[in-house]
């Protein structure tokens, strides 16, 4: 009866799971409700969606997805163990009303989980970038870079309202252009509508602020910021990079650099955050580690590579026979919280 309770928790905690991913790929619920009323959004989409994940995911994919299970199941039961016993004290006996409360302390149990992933996410990414994001053009050493310009719109949504985002990442390249840093600069943007031009834009008025066109190319697929670094590498070409953005923006390009082979460091222009900035930002982040480790997504145009698979040479059956521990463990560690009644 436990390993037949033990299968339908399995089977609850995956569809917590895939509801609790949808933050990740929606800054908010209204985006998600807006492309499902436009139709953008439907069963045969998310099925195409999910079978363009599924060509390009490979071994260590797959390892990276078993570590993360892993990871969610000592959670549980860790959260389980120190904090949602005391509402054992609740159950009555009765079937139904202990079914509700079983199913509550896992809901609840997935929140905490889904929060210190979102933590530990932020920590480690905030923690291998910040040291390579300057603020000042004095924190730069002294030499000739190649500048990644990230795009953004030169407008706000009602297309009349300036977008400081913009201007103040404008400010930052011609900043590093007067004072002798910067070689050549890759505009990389959004170009996906005729009367959408994000590298173009920024071109236009770095070229009224006096730089000259002859050292500016553009990149018009860098539709996210995993586009614009794997395409600024494997199509560009470009190695010691300087990253031109936000700082919170920057914080995901560099990790992304780091990933994807690029030497980068990265140049904050001005700009802060407001609330829903900063909701969308933390979310961004651990939906960029999922991308990179357990999806394999691929740039909109062009291909991160072919990585190596894993073999059953030493070095790899070492990381194998690890993650396969840590599983084993996390089934065990759990499988009291599984206990329906308990």
């Known amino acids: 009866m436990k390993g037949l309770k033990f299968l339908i928790f ?63 199941l000592i959670m549980h039961s860790v959260v389980d163990h120190f904090l949602l016993y005391r509402l054992n004290k609740f159950y009555s006996g009765k079937f139904v009303l202990d079914g509700m409360l079983w199913f509550g302390k896992r809901v609840l ?73 910067v070689s050549t600069i890759l ?58 953005s936000q700082g919170f923006h920057l914080q995901r390009a560099l990790f992304l650099s780091w990933f994807f082979g690029v030497d980068a460091r990265g140049y904050a222009a001005d700009g802060d955050m407001n609330m829903a900035m900063f909701v969308r930002e933390h979310l961004a982040v651990p939906k960029m580690i999922l991308d990179i480790m357990v999806l394999n997504t691929q740039p909109e145009y062009g291909s991160t590579g072919v990585r190596r698979q894993l073999t059953f040479g030493q070095q790899d059956l070492v990381l194998i026979s690890f993650i396969l521990i840590y599983l084993s463990m996390a089934v065990y560690l759990s499988y009291d919280a599984f206990d329906f009644g308990k």
């Open 187 to 244: 505009i990389s943007g959004d170009n996906s509508k005729e009367n959408y031009n994000e590298p173009r834009d920024m071109m236009r008025s770095l070229i009224k602020r006096g730089v000259p066109q002859s050292i500016i190319k553009l990149d018009f697929a860098g539709f996210r910021t995993l586009d614009s670094i794997v395409r600024s590498k494997r199509l560009f070409g470009l190695q010691n990079v300087l990253v031109v």
């Open 10 to 72: 399995m089977g609850v905690l995956f569809l917590l799971i895939a509801l609790f991913m949808l933050p990740f790929y929606y800054s908010d619920i209204g985006t998600l409700i807006s492309d499902l009323n436009q139709g953008t959004k439907t069963v045969s989409s998310v099925l195409d969606d999910l079978s363009g994940y599924l060509d390009h995911i490979d071994s260590w994919n797959i390892l990276g997805f078993v570590f993360l299970s892993a990871s969610i």
């Open 109 to 181: 149990s997935l929140i905490f989980t889904t929060l210190f992933f979102i933590f530990m996410a932020n920590l480690v990414v905030d923690f291998y970038s910040n040291m390579r994001i300057a603020n000042k053009v004095e924190d730069i050493a002294e030499q000739k870079y190649t500048v990644l310009l990230l795009g953004t719109n030169k407008y706000l949504q009602d297309g009349v309202s300036e977008n400081l985002y913009y201007t103040n990442r404008i400010n930052a390249v011609v900043e590093l252009y007067e004072k002798g840093y």
